[in-house]
């Protein structure tokens, strides 16, 4: 099992000056291991091997891919020496990340979904670089140990657990300043709870207004946290606009803006934290929507959606659960809200008719509570089948 943990550091003015340094220099390099991948790209993506003598056509290069990228750094090290000064698996991260980019963009994920075309980093965009490896004995006493930069201190606000170790390290610039991301790995296996009652579960139908709506009636309120925050943040942005270009006065306007959106993002995450960690206590099993929030976040509701943030709250409740030992189940959300969860009747109704009145069984109820209700059941349905077809594997 892998999980991160973040912790502030508080780095010396040289020590700071090292990490800004480095994130520089990583910074062009990936620009220019990005340039080769364009470069190539541009010249050999013709399918067409043969053209008439009037015409001319370029030799064809060599594919850049992150192995005769990453062993090109030697080469660099001997043009530019001052390269020498980064960690050499810092620096064989960038290739690295430039295959991952550039390949998102023309296969796509695992999932087939692709990526936009990769941009080159501007000044102060590259902002994390990665230790691959890391010894536990270097992060001790409130201190961490990292290579070419040296002993940092750690604002240690929870301890790591017993038998996770650290896998790798990265070290992420932000508007409040410098950040520690250990991730951490358990090779024991996460087991499935002793207690693990499969009729304990519950649905819920997450939204705007409120921001979920649970089958046992349960509501809690969307927060907005952008929504109150936008009169700062348009402050914060105009100081930004009305500063001269270069200037240190739009540096430090710049560093404001990012700090109060940086705290809309936090209150954010920790509301999703504290509200998964309510829902876990509760239930065994949560069945929610399987949503298309790229598609939604495209429609003219798209700033709320996006300060719901119903992704980021279904990836932390789906961690959370099976480091609990417990289970989330995703299930179609098509009609959801038209169906009705006593008999089953379908009934087309806007999006401003806010109740379910169903004129076969009568019914009638909130309609956020009729669409958790069928999203339970579809649960499930769901979870039964993955029960079954578990069996006859066995």
Known sequence: MRISYQYKIKPTKE?????????????????????????WYEQNRCPVDRCPLICYLPELKDQPNYYNQKASLTQLKIDRPWYKEIHSQVLQEVPKKVEITFERWLKGDINGKKSGRPRFKSQGQYKTFTYPQFKREHFANNKIKLS????????????????????????????????VTLSLDDKRVPTIKPDFDVDNIVGIDVGLIDFYVASDGSRTKAPKYLRKAERKLKSAQRKVSR???????????????????????????????????????????????????????????????????WGQFVTILSNKAANAGLKVIAVNPNDTSQECSSCGQKLKKPLSQRMHNCPVCHGSLCRDLNAAINIKNRGAQGLKAQTMSSLRSL
């Open 148 to 179: 070419r930069i040296g002993d940092v201190k750690v604002i240690v606000h929870r301890q790591i657990p017993d038998g996770f170790y650290i896998k790798a390290v990265s070290i992420t610039r932000k508007a409040d300043g410098y950040y």
């Open 15 to 39: 020590q700071a000056e090292k990490i800004d340094k480095t994130l520089e220099m990583l910074r062009c390099q990936y620009n220019y291991l990005l340039a080769q991948r364009f470069d």
């Open 243 to 309: 500063r001269t270009k270069g200037s240190n006065r739009r540096k430090k306007a710049i560093q404001k803006l990012g700090k109060r959106h940086k705290k809309v993002a936090d209150t954010r995450k920790d509301f999703h934290f504290k509200t998964a960690k309510s829902l876990l206590d509760k239930y065994d099993v949560i069945a929610v929507e399987k949503l298309n929030i790229k598609g939604l976040s495209k429609t003219r509701l798209a700033k709320s959606i996006n300060d719901a943030g």
